[in-house]
């Protein structure tokens, strides 16, 4: 993988955090714990935040140890620690998510979010055997996750993103493809729940979907609307200098 699709890999995911944190608690009949300083935490996704975050949430996990927003938060954080190499939190992400799917085992965002981190155990195990049981046992439970909610957008992006960046022999390249379009449909009746940003982040991660594909002139197609619809976003920054490079 070039490392041009690893950054976006990692951009995708983490900032993905910040969307899914304005919507987690819609799934949930639970209000957010600690109103005012859960709220100073959310708003940050860059990576030396994080940590701050995760202390936050383990505070409210230790007072509300069956929280479901609180577990699903929590997971995400470590999940997104964990894809910039960090063993120890993907370990720890999984074990929050396998609790919360003990609590809730219909929680098709969780289910997804898990899913994605088996994949990162995957990565992080020695054994070529062990690599694909995990792997293929992540791309099970997100594949699960978007049979119980197909139209759920949470559930979508985080297939997608993790689709798009798995090694060929897994073949998700069309799943990334499906799931991206799939979620430009949605928009079509939908358009209040996506916004700029979030249409940015589609449209960056199709583009670099069909560049795998070796299509370039839709991975151009759609970095170029990545800059259109948010021109001075971070997402826009990374599409131009793609659009550069496959000039």
């Not at 720890?92 to 990162?120: D, I, M």
């Not at 090694?167 to 499906?178: K, L, N, Q, W, Y």
């Not at 939908?190 to 916004?195: A, I, L, V």
């Amino acid at each position: 993988m070039s490392l041009r699709l690893k950054v976006i890999r990692l951009f995708l995911l983490v900032t993905l955090s910040g969307f899914l944190f304005g919507r987690s608690a819609d799934v949930n009949s639970q209000e957010d714990p600690k109103p005012n300083m859960v709220s100073q935490a959310l708003p940050q996704t860059e990576a030396e935040d994080i940590q701050t975050q995760i202390a936050v949430f383990e505070d409210s996990l230790r007072e509300e140890p069956e929280n479901i927003v609180i577990l699903l938060k929590l997971g995400i954080l470590y999940h997104n620690l964990g894809v910039e190499g960090d063993k120890k939190a993907v370990k720890r992400a999984r074990n929050l998510f396998e609790k919360l799917l003990e609590l809730e085992p219909q929680n098709a965002e969780a289910l997804a979010w898990y899913g994605s981190v088996l994949t990162l155990r995957g990565r992080d195990v020695l054994f070529p055997v062990s690599k694909l049981s995990y792997v293929n046992n992540g791309i099970e439970k997100m594949d699960k996750a978007v049979e119980l909610a197909p139209d759920n957008i949470s559930v979508r992006m985080i297939r997608a993103n993790n689709s798009l960046n798995l090694p060929g022999v897994f073949h998700r390249i069309e799943i990334a493809i499906t799931d991206f379009e799939h979620l430009l449909t949605l928009r079509e009746k939908r358009q209040e729940e996506f916004s700029k940003s979030l249409l940015a982040k589609i449209f960056l991660g199709l583009g670099s979907a069909y560049e795998k594909k070796e299509d370039t002139n839709k991975a151009r197609e759609n970095w170029q609307k990545a800059v259109e619809v948010l021109p001075d976003s971070m997402e826009a920054e990374m599409a131009r200098k793609l659009l550069e490079e496959t000039e």
